[in-house]
């Protein structure tokens, strides 16, 4: 379900869901984080993965068609091609994945077929270092935009991670920042924050300077709780991954609120796949209430999306491909929605 309440006139279609649920490697996702679309409009899943199975952390890759193409990353460890809490992920104009990773403070560099090539994994809070890198964003000229999560900044850095800039500090006024999450760029190169725990996104010029903030607590039509991701269109249109509230809100380019979408999934051809060889488990679906009417003291975000299907549940990121569709994965539902832009 979407509602509009804006001048500025946008409508989003839906256009199919991929995923399904699974305890090992191969078609599937365990929690996905984050999506990249490759220059070849292939599609890159990083699967964050609870505590239970950290040995299916990985980068599945697959198509619009659904077609499972493979994946690259070996699990929880130290290894260049491992991790421990991958968050977010970004190409560049060559075609070269960033990956970050909260706990090892490290952002890991591939090339399109899942190769390593490099890595920025100094821990600290001076130029350079991470404590907790979450978010990660590149503009047309291949610059890095980093939120350095727990030193409450941004760092700008080149693509072979030398130093720009940074800015930011921990507070609740204009450029501060507490628990910093997701982080985008629009063509004129500025910069879109999502402020986790203060409930809002900030916006600067590329060098960091402020320019604006919109969004409040709270679960009513442009108020956010727990922002923690963030797009851009060509338009200037601002996407929200508005996690605590389960939904997606787009921003007009003046911050002024145009739309929320809740979710309308349906099964993915890989869900179909499966049900139709577990027929047990296909026929207590069709009995099932999928979209039931909740008892007013489930009446949470929470609760109503973990008992909606259709619904988003867990929303984390936001991000777009070539042909201006958007990508939002669900965390809960290991699974994405996809939009188009109408």
Same mark, same amino acid.
């Given at each position: 379900?979407?509602?509009?309440?804006?001048?500025?006139?946008? !409508?989003?279609?839906?256009?199919?869901?991929?995923?399904?649920?699974?305890?090992?490697?191969?078609?599937?996702? *365990?929690?996905?984080?984050?999506?990249?679309?490759? %220059?070849?409009?292939?599609?890159?899943?990083?699967?964050?993965?609870?505590?239970?199975?950290?040995?299916?952390?990985?980068?599945?890759?697959?198509?619009? =068609?659904? =077609?499972?193409?493979?994946?690259?990353?070996?699990?929880?460890?130290?290894? =260049?091609?491992?991790?421990?809490?991958?968050?977010?992920?970004?190409? =560049?104009?060559?075609?070269?994945?960033?990956?970050?990773?909260?706990?090892?403070?490290?952002?890991?560099?591939?090339?399109?077929?899942?190769?390593?090539?490099?890595?920025?994994?100094?821990?600290?809070?001076?130029?350079? @270092?991470?404590?907790?890198?979450? /978010?990660?964003?590149?503009?047309?000229?291949?610059?890095?935009?980093?939120?350095?999560?727990?030193?409450?900044?941004? %760092?700008?850095?080149?693509?072979?991670?030398?130093?720009?800039?940074?800015?930011?500090?921990?507070?609740?006024?204009?450029?501060?920042?507490?628990?910093?999450?997701?982080?985008?760029?629009?063509?004129?190169?500025?910069?879109?924050?999502?402020?986790?725990?203060?409930?809002?996104?900030?916006?600067?010029?590329?060098?960091?300077?402020?320019?604006?903030?919109?969004?409040?607590?709270?679960? /009513?039509?442009?108020?956010?709780?727990?922002?923690? /991701?963030?797009?851009?269109?060509?338009?200037?249109?601002?996407? *929200?991954?508005?996690?605590?509230? @389960?939904?997606?809100?787009?921003?007009?380019?003046?911050?002024?609120?145009?739309?929320?979408?809740? /979710?309308?999934?349906?099964?993915?051809?890989?869900?179909?796949?499966?049900?139709?060889?577990?027929?047990?488990?296909?026929?207590?679906?069709?009995?099932?209430?999928?979209?039931?009417?909740?008892?007013?003291?489930?009446?949470?975000?929470?609760?109503?999306?973990? %008992? !909606?299907?259709?619904?988003?549940?867990?929303?984390?990121?936001?991000?777009?491909?070539?042909?201006?569709?958007?990508?939002?994965?669900?965390?809960?539902?290991?699974?994405? %929605?996809?939009?188009?832009?109408?």
């Amino acid at each position: 379900m979407s509602t509009q309440a804006s001048p500025k006139q946008l !409508t989003l279609e839906y256009v199919k869901t991929i995923g399904l649920a699974t305890n090992q490697t191969g078609r599937g996702f *365990v929690n996905p984080y984050d999506v990249a679309v490759g %220059q070849d409009g292939r599609i890159f899943v990083l699967n964050h993965c609870d505590s239970a199975r950290k040995n299916l952390i990985r980068v599945g890759i697959v198509n619009l =068609d659904e =077609d499972y193409l493979g994946e690259f990353g070996s699990g929880a460890g130290t290894g =260049d091609d491992q991790f421990s809490s991958p968050v977010a992920m970004v190409f =560049d104009s060559k075609d070269r994945l960033y990956i970050t990773d909260e706990l090892h403070h490290r952002v890991t560099i591939f090339d399109s077929s899942g190769n390593f090539l490099d890595k920025w994994d100094t821990k600290g809070s001076g130029s350079g @270092e991470f404590n907790g890198p979450a /978010g990660i964003a590149i503009d047309s000229n291949d610059n890095v935009y980093i939120v350095d999560q727990h030193n409450s900044r941004v %760092q700008k850095l080149t693509s072979d991670g030398k130093f720009i800039a940074e800015w930011g500090e921990f507070g609740s006024g204009p450029g501060q920042f507490n628990l910093p999450w997701g982080i985008a760029v629009d063509k004129e190169a500025n910069v879109y924050v999502a402020d986790w725990r203060n409930d809002r996104i900030q916006k600067f010029t590329t060098d960091g300077a402020y320019l604006a903030s919109f969004g409040e607590s709270g679960d /009513g039509d442009g108020q956010l709780n727990r922002p923690s /991701g963030v797009g851009v269109d060509d338009e200037g249109f601002v996407y *929200v991954a508005d996690w605590g509230n @389960e939904r997606l809100q787009v921003f007009a380019p003046d911050g002024s609120f145009v739309l929320v979408e809740r /979710g309308q999934a349906t099964n993915s051809k890989w869900a179909e796949d499966y049900l139709s060889v577990n027929l047990e488990e296909k026929e207590t679906r069709e009995i099932s209430n999928l979209v039931p009417d909740l008892p007013p003291h489930l009446n949470t975000p929470q609760h109503i999306s973990a %008992q !909606t299907e259709p619904y988003f549940w867990g929303p984390v990121s936001v991000r777009f491909d070539r042909d201006g569709r958007l990508y939002i994965p669900e965390s809960n539902r290991h699974r994405m %929605q996809i939009y188009q832009r109408k």
